[in-house]
């Protein structure tokens, strides 16, 4: 009887003793996803830093480098890893609708991690118009879903939920923003919350945010934004602004949703029959762009919009289309690269147009800040995750209701004219589908 309990009692604290390994894994995860977020941070901005330096130097030198790139690039992807194409948002939910017993290294695995990190690297520093926030999420997934392998015998978590929690702790960490992290797993990439999901989640947010505070500061990612006093003269503005990016939010998404699955056409069966060649089309068309608005299409667009945002530029009225171009043909290249630091630039190059047209000079920055999110919800049809990371990313909890007026007239607007981008999206990457050549 007495060994019968000194077994149990040995039992239990091995059990205990998985347990708590189990968690230190987890969090040692979450602690490396902030890091490698952080660092991949710095080096998109360092490369986007290198292409500026460049093109000022030698104002046609993009027009050879990008092309090369690009097709480096797309070569790679198509032939190794087609996984690490595009956002990373469709392949993280896809990812997310597997079973456990089925792979899923095509859509989240280190290698896709470590791939999606460099090669954005290299497509900011040649000069396409992308962010890297999207393809933190992969990132983030990948990294959380990869050290599973490390769990202790007798320790189960649903990889489903370190997917899940590794892409909401790439979206906060990317941006610095904790509670769209959360919102952004809920409303756009599992669209449901579970209870067991919430520990795991929370957990790779607070981690990688405090890893993210630590090496760059308690920062918001577009400084704190001054924009007045908000009284009723806001009502018309937001109508304006809902309406407006909602309509050119839902053709941009439509327009990336056609041509992935392939409408019949001359330019189909040209993309299709010569992938590196419209490769190449693309990414001179984006470098034509960038010499017509003198560098302002390429890139994130995160300078244009911080100084749009401090009023400290007036923006030429064609901002928003050249940006709007050329992160539709990045996207359509086939290159990794994310929509959502773009989306943003755009849209705050949209409020700043809509407020010289309609004479709203005084809330000029406000008009910005209310097109960010409704452009962003235009395109994602994600109101929610839209609002908040814009309110977190300028500190701007006095626009709260504005900005989630905004945000729902732009989704609504949207979905009569596109269906959601990312679950359109994520459905090329679902169990029982082929994985997309882009």
Request: proline residues 4%.
């Amino acid at each position: 009887m007495l060994k019968k309990l000194r077994r149990i009692a040995l039992s239990i604290k091995m059990t205990d003793l998985h347990a708590w390994l189990g968690r230190f894994i987890i969090w040692s995860a979450a602690a490396i996803t902030g890091l490698l977020i952080v660092l991949f941070a710095r080096a998109t901005e360092q490369a986007i830093a290198w292409f500026y330096g460049m093109q000022s130097a030698v104002w046609w030198l993009p027009i050879l480098i990008m092309p090369i790139v690009g097709i480096f690039i797309v070569w790679v992807t198509r032939t190794w890893l087609a996984g690490a194409a595009g956002s990373g948002i469709p392949q993280t939910i896809a990812a997310l609708k597997y079973e456990e017993h089925q792979s899923i290294s095509h859509l989240v695995s280190i290698k896709i991690a470590v791939t999606k990190m460099l090669f954005v690297t290299l497509g900011l520093a040649a000069g396409f118009s992308a962010g890297r926030e999207g393809p933190s999420v992969q990132v983030g997934a990948s990294i959380m879903h990869g050290f599973r392998k490390y769990f202790p015998a007798h320790f189960h978590v649903d990889p489903r939920h370190l997917i899940l929690a590794g892409g909401a702790a790439g979206i906060s960490a990317a941006f610095n923003t904790p509670l769209a992290g959360i919102v952004f797993a809920i409303e756009e990439l599992s669209r449901k919350f579970e209870q067991k999901t919430n520990g795991v989640m929370i957990t790779a947010i607070v981690l990688s945010g405090l890893v993210s505070i630590s090496l760059q500061g308690n920062y918001t990612y577009f400084g704190s934004l001054n924009v007045g006093a908000i009284h009723t003269e806001i009502l018309l503005p937001v109508l304006i602004c809902g309406l407006v990016c909602g309509m050119s939010g839902g053709i941009f998404s439509r327009t990336l949703i056609e041509f992935s699955e392939n409408l019949p056409g001359r330019i189909t069966a040209f993309r299709t029959r010569h992938p590196l060649y419209w490769t190449g089309f693309c990414a001179l068309l984006v470098a034509g762009l960038g010499i017509v608005s003198h560098g302002a299409a390429n890139g994130s667009g995160y300078s244009m919009t911080k100084a749009m945002l401090d009023g400290t530029l007036n923006e030429t009225w064609y901002y928003p289309i050249v940006k709007y171009l050329s992160t539709i043909f990045t996207y359509l290249s086939g290159i990794p690269g994310g929509i959502f630091a773009p989306a943003l630039s755009i849209g705050a190059g949209i409020g700043y147009d809509l407020s010289t047209i309609f004479h709203y000079h005084d809330i000029a920055i406000a008009f910005s800040a209310l097109c960010m999110a409704g452009f962003l919800a235009g395109v994602t049809q994600a109101p929610i995750t839209s609002f908040i990371i814009v309110m977190e990313m300028i500190d701007g909890h006095e626009m709260v209701i504005s900005l989630m007026a905004v945000s729902l007239i732009a989704t609504v607007t949207s979905r009569i004219f596109s269906r959601p981008l990312y679950s359109v999206l994520a459905g090329q990457f679902s169990p029982g589908s082929h994985t997309p050549k882009q």
